[in-house]
């Protein structure tokens, strides 16, 4: 009998995740995502700091930029921009 | 202390990675992201049951960019002590994985459940040995992943769906644990309570925190859009208004010989300095719907009046213990 049982080898991997959740898109939780007037930007970073995706990054010329792909759309960067120069728009 | 500046933080790359599951416009992952930016190098997490522990490892997905452990609810700072226990026997042995870490960043992420109730005699015995970790309460205040139930961490007057607010009952009949003073009473190094509303300085009292030598403790407000029941664009404003109305100051305390030294952070020690800026608590509960049975169908002024005693009164032995 016990020799039919598998050994710890053959057990499946369990409870150790093994993929990333960059792999798993939330951007379509949201109907409408932000967009930046670069125009009046003052490259203040804080719509980085503020979303609580990591959807919003710096580039090297120190703008920032929104990553649709993780965008849940849930406005803060908009409500918080110190120069009001985001505003969300609807998907299409 | 080495300074991280604002710009430094941002170029680095996220610890924790887009992709999580937790809801849009969650405080928790803010704060988080800003804590383990400043992670000085090798970093080990882990977390207690509780909303960013289950959204964040979601099987097979992980979003931690960092070994991360979770174990059970009550045991964070217990899972916390191992590690560094398991890293100092290997630094000793020169043997493993981790003995070649000069430094190791071990982080403890719990929620108020896994803190105030679950958690706390783990977190006890574990600052009482005094193990090199930092342990960060992320204070939603409120048992939200599992629908929103009470926890000592939530305030007087709140509605949970387990202090529901109906003729007899105004929502919770407790007034919110004072888990600070608890954890202060253990004699650790360093204390502060950080809000995602202020990066610069979570930045700073988090790298404080993971350069003290021995334990250190902050403590997260982290408004919850679902819970608290407010439009999830809000989160920063509420954030901000805990700190404007006192409700929740910024300060630190570290321990020096033998006697805890309380300071307050830049935005709280503006408003002790100019009264005048203090605005009424009024303005905090009003714009979360878990406090709507405080102005609808009428105005609660009893009670109102009573939490603004209550911050007003905490807000006071703050100054004094911080000398202001
Ligand atoms: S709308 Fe929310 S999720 Fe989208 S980029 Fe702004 S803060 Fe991030
Ligand atoms: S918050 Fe506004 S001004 Fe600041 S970097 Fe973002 S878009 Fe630019």
Redesign the interface.
């Known amino acids: 009998m016990t020799e039919d049982k598998p050994g710890w080898r053959e057990m499946p991997e369990g409870?150790i995740?093994?993929?990333?959740?960059?792999?798993?898109?939330?951007g379509d939780?949201?109907v409408e995502y932000p967009e930046i007037d670069y125009e009046r930007c003052s490259k203040c970073?804080?719509c980085?700091?503020?979303?609580?995706?990591?959807?919003v990054r710096?580039r090297s010329d120190g703008y920032t930029e929104i990553?649709r792909?993780?965008c849940?759309?849930?406005?803060?960067c908009?409500?918080?921009c110190p120069v009001k120069c985001m505003k969300m728009v609807r998907k299409v | 202390m080495s300074d991280l500046t604002?710009?430094e933080?941002?170029?680095k790359p996220?610890l924790?990675?887009?992709?999580?599951?937790?809801c849009?416009?969650?405080?928790?992952?803010?704060i988080a992201?800003?804590i383990l930016k400043a992670a000085r190098g090798p970093t080990i997490a882990t977390s207690a049951t509780g909303c960013l522990e289950v959204s964040?490892?979601i099987?097979?997905?992980?979003?931690w960019?960092v070994p991360w452990i979770h174990s059970a609810f009550e045991n964070a700072a217990a899972t916390a002590s191992g590690i560094e226990a398991a890293w100092r026997a290997m630094r000793r042995k020169q043997k493993g994985p981790l003995s070649r870490y000069e430094t190791l960043d071990i982080i403890a992420f719990a929620g108020d459940g896994g803190t105030y109730d679950i958690g706390l005699q783990a977190l006890s015995g574990a600052l009482e040995r005094g193990h090199d970790f930092t342990y960060v309460l992320l204070d939603n205040e409120a048992y939200m992943n599992t629908g929103i139930q009470r926890s000592g961490g939530t305030p007087f007057a709140a509605e949970t769906t387990t202090s529901p607010s109906g003729k007899a009952v105004p929502g919770k009949k407790e007034w919110k644990k004072p888990i600070d003073e608890i954890v202060i009473a253990h004699e650790i190094p360093y204390a502060a309570s950080i809000n995602?509303a202020y990066?610069m300085d979570v930045l700073r009292k988090s790298r404080k925190a993971l350069e003290a030598d021995g334990p250190a403790f902050l403590h997260a407000l982290v408004p919850c859009?679902r819970g608290w029941r407010f439009?999830?664009?809000?989160?920063?404003?509420v954030s901000r208004l805990a700190v404007q109305t006192c409700i929740f100051p910024l300060y630190e305390c570290r321990f020096l010989e033998g006697r805890p030294h309380y300071e307050l952070s830049s935005p709280s020690l503006a408003i002790a300095k100019k009264p005048e800026s203090k605005k009424p608590v009024e303005e905090y509960l009003r714009i979360q719907g878990r406090f709507n049975h405080l102005f609808r169908p009428e105005m609660r002024v009893d009670l109102i009046s009573s939490i603004q005693e209550w911050v007003d009164n905490r807000w006071e032995m703050l100054k004094e213990k911080s000398g202001v």
């Open positions: 409870a995740s093994y993929k990333c959740t960059l792999d798993y898109e939330t939780w949201g970073m804080l980085h700091f503020y979303c609580p995706e990591g959807a710096v990553d792909r993780y849940k759309g849930c406005g803060i908009v409500e918080e | 604002l710009k933080a941002a170029l996220d924790l990675a887009s992709g999580h599951r937790l849009a416009g969650c405080g928790e992952t803010i992201r800003m964040t490892s099987y097979p997905y992980t979003a960019m995602p990066p859009s439009p999830p664009e809000k989160t920063i404003e």
